[in-house]
Antibody, heavy 120, light 107 residues
């Protein structure tokens, strides 16, 4: 069974930094691309960033490009999101979402999320 | 970016009702369209992939159709756990984008 367990969320001041982690199990981690998708309180879903199985290709939404960095450690079956220069509008529940197949064409399997609050 | 527009944004229905939700893409996405259900306080769950393929373990009351720019999710007989928010997602181009959601409420 696929399991994705996010951690690292919390309260941070505007301009601050935070690193999220997603520990994976139940599948061969290096075979799948994984994304971060966020959901602001009471709002819809927004894809944030994705990374290929090897880690060699990364993708970012324009809203976070230059501030967030996605990475993965395939020896530890763990995905990361380094978030810098955080803004109030980055406040959201951040989900780790695994490609169901080769590439994200056929959708995602989801973790339970970790909450990031950016506030002074 | 490809914009996805769902309608309606919300609807009220009763257990046993047939419900239809539509999703329109701002440009053609062939059949690169997925549907999710998000129950309150839970993560999204994949229902339909590739516009019309039922995800394993998902009840057969869920059905998807469409291609190009216009897509439909149908729930043939609404069950209590189906009172939730539904999202469409295009995966034709990067970034993958979601519709704004359709909230299905109890009448």
């Amino acid at each position: 069974e696929v399991q994705l367990l996010e951690s690292g969320g919390g309260l941070v001041q505007p301009g601050g930094s935070l690193r999220l982690s997603c520990a994976a199990s139940g599948f061969t981690f290096s075979n799948y691309g994984i994304s971060w998708v966020r959901q602001a309180p009471g709002k819809g879903l927004e894809w944030v960033s994705g990374i290929s199985g090897s880690g060699g290709t990364t993708y970012y939404a324009d809203s976070v490009k230059g501030r967030f960095t996605i990475s993965r450690d395939n020896s530890m079956d763990t995905l990361y999101l380094q978030m810098n220069s955080l803004r109030a509008e980055d406040t959201a529940l951040y989900y780790c979402a695994k490609d169901r197949a080769s590439g994200w064409r056929d959708g995602f399997d989801w973790g339970q999320g970790t909450l990031v609050t950016v506030s002074s | 970016d490809i914009q996805m527009t769902q309608s309606p944004s919300s609807l009220s229905a009763s257990v046993g009702d047939r419900v239809t939700i539509t999703c329109r893409a701002s440009q053609t996405i062939k059949n690169y369209l997925n549907w999710y259900r998000q129950e309150p306080g839970k993560a999204p769950k994949l229902l339909i992939f590739a516009a019309s393929s039922l995800q394993s373990g998902v009840p057969s009351r869920f059905g998807g159709s469409g291609a190009g720019t216009d897509f439909t999710l149908t729930i043939s007989s609404l069950q209590p756990e189906d009172f939730a928010t539904y999202y469409c997602q295009q995966t034709y181009s990067t970034p993958p984008t979601f519709g704004q959601g359709t909230k299905v409420e109890i009448k």
